[in-house]
């Protein structure tokens, strides 16, 4: 919850995204009867409220070892909104300070949707990165 905290300040302070457009733990339904869902950690809405950007958190020491799985599911999710209004960028995230001094330390993986639909589109390109989000316009 620290990590999703600290992506929701940056959101808010260093891209100027609007609390209100920033959905923190959504549910998508992931059977067509509704009945399971997958949890998404954070979902920041475009000027019309649609899904811009799918986020998704670790804790620092599990990152590496859930990047493969995260992202499959990130883009899995993606697949299932693309049938109403498809988002524009995945992000994985993950943050944490080191030393005497705390120097904030990030490590994120942001897909840019429009270049890359599915997972194995992404991994067979060498799973390329953007090198940041873009920032809010509206």
């Not at 890359?116 to 390109?125: G, K, P």
Request: some cysteine; hydrophobic content about 40%.
């Amino acid at each position: 919850d620290l990590v999703k905290a600290h992506l929701l300040v940056e959101l808010i302070e260093r891209y100027h995204y609007s609390p209100e457009k920033i959905l923190v733990g959504m549910y998508l339904p992931v059977k067509t009867n509704g009945v399971d869902y997958a949890e998404i950690d954070m979902v920041v809405q475009d000027s019309s409220h649609n899904p811009f950007i799918l986020c998704m958190v670790e804790v620092p020491q599990a990152y590496e070892q859930n990047l493969a799985d995260t992202m499959r599911r990130l883009f899995a999710m993606a697949v299932l909104m693309r049938e109403k209004t498809p988002p524009r960028y995945l992000m994985y995230y993950t943050r944490w300070y080191e030393g005497r001094d705390a120097i904030r330390k990030t490590r994120q993986i942001i897909v840019d949707l429009r270049k890359y639909q599915t997972f194995d589109a992404w991994h067979a390109a060498g799973s390329p990165r953007e090198d940041d989000l873009p920032q809010n316009q509206s």
